[in-house]
């Protein structure tokens, strides 16, 4: 009796393993089959011969035909420049939610949350009009500024700071600090893994942002590589798979590589900024 | 207002001023701006853009292709927030699980997240190819004539679906992650002692369990099928024929490609409304029936 059932247990969880891996061989193959492409010549796009030569010439092709480097500099300026807006101004406003009792917060808290359901990538038209009005088109700041102000950070910082003790800052408070020493010496320096987190989300959705940095930019001055990239695979008809493919991981590249490297700490940021 | 109310109230603001400036500038503003201009023409040359009620509204409801593109954008949003859910939870049960190479699958699932959707795309299209294409290529070795995938209208937006529910799954999965590990241990032995099998322990505790999870993603992923559409520029172009064009694609090309800013706010519009319509459903249902007994 024992025996069969320890064998239909594992049965059963070859069958669950056998699953499993068949998808996640099926959710990485296009990964698998860009590396391919991109790392083999041209003819042998389609054909899957071990005896395949390597090579990097489909990279170097791709680097030669579109200004990536100033894409790459451009996203990365964009990025950061995003992260610093979002920490410093989440931070302020979360504050501000987590340890003031004022007239009008509850109100005040719903219009940040609105913007989790309706995100300014959906506003285009009239933040288009907004960004002519200031002068801003065709500059990363513009790509950046609707995001800077986040309803998902302030949101996720105020829980974090609402889990400090206030017996905390009563006593930073007792020693003569004021309101903001209190924030950057006892409130931030506890909530290092939230910002991790939020961080590293941010970066993620950033790079990868493309409707509205399409919009708002026209020049390769300001293109992050999102842009640059369907840019190039639009407008060269003639290039090749193997050299599109190969811009296509060179984009990506630096992200997946961060992703490899750190995948744990990955997963549990997804899953802290998700929990909350 | 008491002094030290006062004194709190402008501490208050002095913190949240900077956000709220933004916040509104990019979001409250434009979505009401958005409804005002609904109503104006689109200004045009030295034409300026004056009242003209409901016109922009019979347009849009006279417009085929407005039609086309919300019953496209139903049918996606139908189509990937089930499939990306179902498969998110079986992924997460595998991870959870004692699984042999638990962290490359776990890494499988998620890689897609990371990728950005533009570059993905490219990637996906090429599998797409006729007669080349790795999945015709796979179909032409059990006999089966090549298929143009994204040209044709029947098969378009189903490939579309198909890329992000790929994309969405593993995200999804982090969240039901982080809720199977919030399940106590001693329920499942509690079954184990029962004798209840694994399948009536899903269907009978940690599904229920999930529920809060599941709206949770459910929303996300509602307003992702509304937000998400820039495979839908390397892959279709929203063709052929806007047989794969999304909401937002559609706006994108009334207000960027034709110019007619007028028409597109009024489509943001319905845009705004079916998000709405999804807040408030989830409000609804969230003392309802997600809480578990």
């Not at chain 1, 500024?145 to 009563?170: C, H, N, V, W």
């Amino acid at each position: 009796m024992s025996a069969a059932r320890a064998f239909r247990f594992d049965y059963d969880r070859a069958l669950s393993t056998t699953a499993a891996w068949a998808l996640a061989l099926v959710w990485f193959a296009p990964l698998i089959y860009a590396v391919w492409t991109a790392f083999h010549p041209t003819e042998f796009s389609t054909r899957f011969v071990l005896t395949a030569p390597l090579t990097l010439e489909n990279f170097a092709a791709a680097w030669n035909a579109a200004p990536f480097a100033r894409y790459f500099l451009n996203t990365v300026l964009l990025v950061t420049s995003i992260l610093i807006g979002q920490f410093v101004l989440c931070t302020l406003a979360a504050f501000a939610f987590a340890r003031f009792e004022f007239r009008g917060r509850d109100t005040v808290f719903v219009l940040v949350l609105l913007q989790l359901l309706v995100m300014p990538d959906i506003l285009i038209v009239e933040n288009y009009r907004t960004m002519r009005f200031l002068g801003l088109v065709d500059t990363i700041l513009a790509i950046g500024l609707p995001y800077m102000a986040s309803g998902f950070g302030i949101f996720l910082l105020r829980q974090t700071f609402k889990t400090i003790p206030k017996e905390l800052d009563d006593a930073a408070r007792v020693e003569g600090a004021g309101f903001f020493t209190i924030l950057m010496k006892v409130y931030v320096p506890l909530a290092k893994p939230t910002y991790l987190a939020y961080g590293l989300v941010s970066v993620s959705h950033h790079w990868n942002n493309f409707l509205w940095p399409l919009i708002i930019t026209n020049s390769v001055e300001t293109r992050p590589v999102t842009v640059g990239l369907s840019v190039f695979a639009s407008t060269d008809q003639g290039i090749d798979w193997a050299v599109i493919t190969a811009a296509t991981l060179m984009t990506s590249g630096p992200l997946l590589i961060a992703f490899l490297l750190f995948q744990r700490q990955f997963v549990q940021s997804f899953m802290r900024a998700g929990i909350k | 207002m008491g002094p030290t109310a006062k004194r709190t109230w402008i501490h208050a603001w002095l913190f949240l001023s900077p956000a709220m400036i933004l916040l509104i500038a990019f979001t409250h503003y434009p979505a009401a701006v958005t409804l005002f201009h609904s109503f104006f023409s689109t200004p045009r040359g030295k034409r300026e853009a004056k009242f003209v009620g409901l016109e922009n509204y019979e347009t849009l409801i006279a417009d085929s292709t407005f039609w086309t593109v919300l019953v496209n954008n139903l049918w996606y949003a139908l189509a990937t927030i089930p499939l990306s859910i179902g498969i998110a939870i079986a992924m997460a049960l595998w991870v959870d699980s004692k699984l042999k190479g638990r962290s490359f699958v776990r890494m499988a699932y998620f890689t897609p997240t990371v990728l950005p959707l533009i570059a993905v795309a490219n990637i996906w299209m090429f599998f797409y190819t006729p007669g080349f294409g790795l999945i015709d290529q796979i179909r032409g070795a059990f006999g089966f004539a090549q298929q143009n995938w994204l040209g044709d209208p029947e098969s378009a937006l189903n490939a579309v679906i198909v890329v992000a529910i790929w994309k969405e799954a593993g995200f999804f999965m982090i969240f039901y992650l982080a809720a199977l590990q919030t399940i106590p241990t001693s329920l499942r032995e509690a079954a184990a002692i029962e004798g209840a099998g694994r399948w009536y322990f899903f269907r009978r505790v940690t599904f229920p369990l999930l529920m809060p999870t599941t709206l949770f993603v459910s929303v996300n992923a509602i307003i992702n099928s509304f937000r998400l559409v820039d495979h839908i520029f390397i892959m279709t172009e929203g063709g052929p024929d806007n047989a794969s064009s999304l909401l937002l694609f559609y706006i994108y090309e009334t207000a960027f490609r034709f110019w007619d800013t007028a028409y597109a706010s009024t489509l943001t519009v319905v845009l705004l409304l079916i998000l709405f319509t999804v807040a408030i459903g989830q409000f609804l249902l969230l003392d309802k029936r997600v809480h578990y007994r």
